[in-house]
């Protein structure tokens, strides 16, 4: 077995707003903890990869992107793939939330 593991900084660089503050009017004004990409890969048979990402939220069709690039980056099927997000009310959105009007 085949085993690989990753970690990428992706804290932005400039103020965003963060998702899941539904009551906060301006965007953050520092950085506390950097905010990472982690990507796990696991060879063999059934080659698998997972990538969990320090955000509130990845939309789907970005999701679906990701996985695409993946599987054929690494050569896994697309079905092997998982993306995730922490779901950290302290960083940026990669999306709209409907219920929240962001």
């Known amino acids: 077995m085949r085993v690989g593991a990753a970690v990428v900084d992706i804290t932005p660089n400039r103020p965003l707003d ?13 950085v ?9 890969y696991l060879g063999g048979k059934q080659p698998f990869v997972i990538v969990v990402c320090d955000v509130h939220s990845i939309p789907t069709p970005l999701a679906w992107r990701m996985r695409k690039r993946v599987a054929e980056g690494v050569g896994v099927p697309f079905e ?12 940026p959105g990669l999306g709209r939330l409907r219920c929240c009007g962001e």
């Open 18 to 30: 963060l998702t899941g503050f539904v009551g906060r009017e301006n965007p953050s004004v520092g």
């Open 32 to 40: 506390l903890d950097r905010i990472t990409t982690r990507a796990l």
């Open 80 to 91: 092997n793939v998982w993306v995730a997000a922490t779901h950290t009310h302290s960083a």
